[in-house]
């Protein structure tokens, strides 16, 4: 039985993403992700000002003049959202925690996936995989996702990316739209993300929190590793320990973006602490202007 508290959020996600979807992204999707795939129609006769590249060589052949081949924009995509809910999800320093933040975001998407009538599946991890939805179509479809992604109670602390890759590899034989949503507290995943972006249309949203990357100046502290437990007592006060707290956190940050750039993996940055209507705007605005 689903809590009534779980069932309002959901409903209220429900009406809040409603708007925003007719309003701004329902067009900033569509121009953005559909048609990106082409799929073989059938061939004509040559028509003067026709890509040559389009020529089939083999009906061409055999009819003695020229015949091209003819390909229809791929009207249905598969958007799959991968999304981290190992512990440190469960921080915030501002109006709602990571995890909140990152289920909003979710319904977002799917619910301009299911506006676009394509499929919308599911894969909630930690440092294994917890839970998959296969995709579907439908309203019923996208609030069912909403609801798992709220309702869902962790078994693991740690993230393991490389691990969600790996099942999408394995359950998802068709390309495509992959939102994967997570603070990237995380290791070792550069191969099995550089393999599954091959098959995939990786997107990367980070999720962070202004406390994450910057100390405040409030004298002793004790610190908890949400995914591990450890706990650290540190002196904020202290400037060197601000500093080397900033770098150490700035140097990760940069690796991090770094692969991504690498390996041609889209990115939104998430900060808890701001809007995260903007910096998808943005997304769709620069992805569009590059399918142009």
Known sequence: MIPKEILKKVKRIEIQTRGLVNDVFSGEYHSVFKGRGMEFSEVREYQMGDDIRTIDWNVTARAGHPFVKVFEEERELTVVLLVDVSSSGE??????????????ICALLAFSAIKNNDKVGLVIFSDDVEQYVAPKKGKAHVLRVVREILYHKPKGKQTNISAALEFLSRVTKRRS?????SDFISSGYEKALQIANKRHDIVAITVTDPREIELPNVGFIELEDAETGETF??????????????????ESIEIRDKLFRN?????????????YIEPLIRFFRMRAKRFR
């Open 91 to 104: 921080f915030g320093t501002h109006t709602q925690m990571k995890g909140e933040i990152a289920a909003e």
């Open 177 to 181: 739209v992959v939102f994967l949503v």
């Open 233 to 250: 007592l540190i002196d904020t006060s202290d400037v060197d320990v601000r500093d080397d707290f900033v770098s150490r956190t700035n």
């Open 263 to 275: 390996l041609n993996v889209d990115h939104i940055d998430i900060k808890t602490n701001e809007s």
